[in-house]
């Protein structure tokens, strides 16, 4: 089964070139041409990524950011599309892990903050992929909310928990669409909350992702 994360990093190339440099993303002020420095620094840049989940060395990855942003868009296109020969990228499950999730939610960043955005119909496979992906990634994601969650796969009807407790609010929904609400995006379509009204507004509310 092809890998999504590899298919996903080519398909956000593309759409990175149709939309341009300048575009707007859904990742806070970030334009396309910053969202792609973010990618190239955390691909393959062992000063500037530790700071991307470390605070105190985060200057260091705006600087490498900012050092990266410069370059000639394409070219920038280019790195990201064919990570560094040293990249975690260049191994298949090493990539699957970190970048099934991650490429995923940038793509969906540039695609849905354009007007009339419209949800994409992944392949089965894919979505299996995803699913299998926030299945574990959900059990943080969830955790600022303070309420039991599960999710249930619409089409499918499978299930899985990510917090346990009494009483927990059952996301119902396809697994990008859920993926997508759990990485704090609003712009997300078809999703059903179900269960006690309090815990539904508190996992709402939350501010969900990383």
Same mark, same amino acid.
């Given at each position: 089964?092809?890998?999504?994360?590899?298919?996903?990093?080519?398909?956000?190339?593309?759409?990175?070139?149709?939309?341009?440099?300048?575009?707007?993303?859904?990742?806070?002020? #970030?334009?396309?041409?910053?969202?792609?420095?973010?990618?190239?620094?955390?691909?393959?840049?062992?000063?500037?990524?530790?700071?991307?989940?470390?605070? =105190?060395? %985060? !200057?260091? /990855?705006?600087?490498?950011?900012?050092?990266? $942003?410069? %370059?000639?868009?394409?070219?920038?296109?280019?790195?990201?599309?064919?990570?560094?020969?040293?990249?975690? $990228?260049?191994? =298949?499950?090493?990539?699957?892990?970190?970048?099934?999730?991650?490429? !995923?939610?940038?793509?969906?960043?540039?695609?849905?903050?354009?007007?009339? #955005?419209?949800?994409?119909?992944?392949?089965?496979?894919?979505?299996?992929?995803? #699913?299998?992906?926030?299945?574990? $990634?959900?059990?943080?994601?969830?955790?600022?909310?303070?309420? =039991?969650?599960?999710? @249930?796969?619409?089409?499918?009807?499978?299930?899985? /928990?990510?917090?346990?407790?009494?009483?927990?609010?059952?996301? /119902?929904?396809? *697994?990008?669409?859920? /993926?997508?609400?759990? !990485?704090? @995006?609003?712009?997300?379509?078809?999703?059903? !909350?179900?269960? =006690?009204? *309090?815990?539904?507004?508190?996992?709402?509310?939350? $501010?969900?992702?990383?």
């Amino acid at each position: 089964m092809p890998s999504l994360a590899r298919s996903e990093r080519q398909r956000l190339c593309d759409t990175a070139l149709v939309v341009g440099p300048d575009a707007p993303t859904l990742s806070g002020e #970030w334009t396309v041409r910053d969202l792609l420095a973010h990618l190239v620094v955390r691909d393959s840049d062992p000063v500037g990524a530790p700071g991307i989940v470390l605070p =105190p060395l %985060a !200057f260091l /990855t705006e600087r490498r950011m900012h050092n990266v $942003a410069l %370059a000639d868009f394409a070219h920038l296109v280019g790195r990201v599309r064919r990570p560094a020969p040293w990249a975690p $990228a260049r191994m =298949p499950q090493l990539d699957k892990a970190l970048n099934t999730l991650e490429f !995923f939610v940038h793509h969906e960043d540039i695609r849905r903050a354009r007007p009339g #955005w419209t949800q994409r119909g992944l392949p089965v496979g894919e979505q299996k992929q995803l #699913w299998k992906a926030i299945g574990y $990634a959900g059990r943080g994601l969830v955790r600022p909310s303070g309420v =039991p969650v599960a999710i @249930r796969w619409e089409e499918t009807g499978v299930e899985t /928990t990510l917090r346990r407790g009494e009483k927990p609010v059952m996301l /119902t929904g396809d *697994p990008g669409e859920i /993926t997508l609400f759990l !990485f704090g @995006r609003d712009q997300v379509s078809g999703l059903a !909350f179900d269960g =006690p009204a *309090p815990h539904v507004t508190r996992l709402r509310q939350a $501010a969900l992702g990383l």
